[in-house]
């Protein structure tokens, strides 16, 4: 959750300087970082399904089966 609170606020960074300096380049770099946040988030629910493929729930109260 942290890591995309970053990503998009490296976003309002590069459209708020594109839109000041009047240059494109900011634009297609913030296009490109939504990308990668949406590639990481569609691995992060991946892992969570194979998680609860192999144990049948998402619960995490017994902390020593996440050890394995």
Same mark, same amino acid.
């Given at each position: 959750? =942290? $890591?995309? &609170?970053? %990503?998009?606020?490296?976003? $309002? +960074? *590069?459209?708020? %300087?594109? #839109?000041? *300096? +009047?240059? !494109?380049? =900011?634009?297609?770099?913030? &296009?490109?970082? &939504?990308?990668?946040? #949406?590639?990481?988030?569609?691995? =992060? $629910?991946?892992?969570?399904i194979c998680y609860? @493929? &192999?144990? =049948?729930?998402?619960? !995490?109260?017994? @902390? #020593?089966?996440?050890?394995?």
């Amino acid at each position: 959750m =942290g $890591i995309e &609170l970053m %990503l998009l606020c490296i976003n $309002i +960074n *590069f459209l708020t %300087l594109s #839109a000041y *300096f +009047n240059d !494109y380049s =900011g634009q297609i770099m913030s &296009l490109l970082i &939504l990308t990668v946040a #949406a590639s990481e988030s569609a691995i =992060g $629910i991946a892992v969570i399904i194979c998680y609860y @493929k &192999l144990r =049948g729930n998402i619960s !995490y109260n017994n @902390k #020593a089966i996440l050890r394995y």
